[in-house]
Structures are given as C-alpha cells and as structure tokens.
T-cell receptor, first 117, second 113 residues
Framework: GAGVSQSPSNKVTEKGKDVELRCDPISGHTALYWYRQSLGQGLEFLIYFQGNSAPDKSGLPSDRFSAERTGGSVSTLTIQRTQQEDSAVYLC???????????????FGPGTRLTVT | KQEVTQIPAALSVPEGENLVLNCSFTDSAIYNLQWFRQDPGKGLTSLLLIQSSQREQTSGRLNASLDKSSGRSTLYIAASQPGDSATYLCAVPSGGSNYKLTFGKGTLLTVNP
C-alpha cells in the first residue's frame, strides 16, 4: 500500500516568510509524528498526534512552529517568520496506535528539504 | 536525558563480508528499539523493531539484538551487498514515552563491489 507522503519535497523560502509543510500518513495509522533532521542536531522529535488526544508539542523549538492534524489524517506543520536556522529536512512518520506499555513501528515519509535564504 | 551512541561512525567493507553495527543508550527504561536505514537524500526506512521484552529480531540477512540491562543493541548484516550501502540509525523512545524517538547519529556503511 501507499506509504507516508510529504509535500513539497523541496522548499526554498526567504527569511521572514511563513511556510507550510504537508504530511499524508499511511491509511489507518492513528499516530502521526514530525521530526527534524539537521546537520548540527541530527534527528529531533518535534510533535506527536494520537487520534483526538491533545498533541505532544514538547519538541517544538519555538512558538514560531505549530502543527495541526485535520480529521485525524493529514497534518500540516507551519513555520512562521522563518529563520536560517530552520533550514533542515522535516520528516513525518506514522504508526498504529501506541498502546501503554507497548509501541509500534514508525514509518517515515521522504521528507521536505527546507532552505531558508 | 536519553543519549544514543552509534559506533563506528563509518564503516567500509568488501562485498560478501558479515558485519556488526553497534548502538548504545544511556537509559535502559525503554519500550523498544528500532533500526532504520537512510539512503542519501531520502527518508528513513524501518528495518527492525525489537520490543523491550524481546532479545532479537530477524529479517532476511539482518539480525538485531537487544540487551536492555547493558544498554546495547547490535545490527548484524550477513553477506553484505553494495545495495546495503546507506546510513544506519538506531532509535529508542525516550522521555518516559513510548513514541518520542531519540536517534543516534548513525553509521555510514559502504559496501565495495
């Protein structure tokens, strides 16, 4: 079946502009995650959505970052007033529900490469 | 704070060789450990997930082991092929969660024909 898809694959934006990154999870996966991969920091957790529960936003680096998930499926990560340090690859993943005491494999999309000039 | 370390950072081997990649983590209270591969410019491909109650998992030529008490995991690749060339990452859920992955920096594997 179809995997996790992300769009756009590449995004170049000017410093100070807002950007929106989109993620379509695997059908039937109730959990959705955003991570960021940068040269200096490696892979970092950003935010986690599980069904209708309040998201875990503990990894968002600043209040310029926000994310939403509509209808329990598609998610959008928004970065306002972009800075050069936001340049990175933004990866989305999905999984089946992570039950207490257990967890499921996370399946990753191809990522969006964001370059802030 | 969970820290994940992967050794070696890079490895170059001739085709056909068996090899072992190492991963260590500082907090042994984990739910699972997951191994991924990443090809240049691509996303992550899940290879194996070992639940905390398991000691190993196998998929084809890959075998991953987990020793929670010592904070270690190994990924064994048998009869390596040039197509195995990629960066291999291990990750564990951290911060008391079963979903918030902390990743190692990865091992860059090159298999030479």
């Amino acid at each position: 079946g179809a995997g996790v898809s992300q769009s756009p694959s590449n995004k170049v934006t000017e410093k100070g502009k807002d950007v929106e990154l989109r993620c379509d999870p695997i059908s039937g996966h109730t959990a959705l995650y955003w991570y960021r991969q940068s040269l200096g920091q490696g892979l970092e957790f950003l935010i986690y959505f599980q069904g209708n529960s309040a998201p875990d936003k503990s990894g968002l680096p600043s209040d310029r970052f926000s994310a939403e998930r509509t209808g329990g499926s598609v998610s959008t990560l928004t970065i306002q007033r972009t800075q050069q340090e936001d340049s990175a690859v933004y990866l989305c993943a999905s999984s089946r529900r992570g039950l207490p005491g257990n967890s499921y494999e996370q399946y990753f999309g191809p990522g969006t490469r964001l370059t802030v000039t | 704070k969970q820290e994940v370390t992967q050794i070696p950072a890079a490895l170059s081997v001739p085709e056909g060789e068996n090899l072992v990649l190492n991963c260590s983590f500082t907090d042994s209270a984990i739910y699972n450990l997951q191994w991924f591969r990443q090809d240049p410019g691509k996303g992550l491909t899940s290879l194996l997930l070992i639940q905390s109650s398991q000691r190993e998992q196998t998929s084809g030529r890959l075998n991953a082991s987990l020793d929670k008490s010592s904070g270690r995991s190994t990924l064994y690749i048998a009869a390596s092929q040039p197509g195995d060339s990629a960066t291999y990452l291990c990750a564990v859920p951290s911060g008391g969660s079963n979903y918030k992955l902390t990743f190692g920096k990865g091992t860059l594997l090159t298999v030479n024909p």
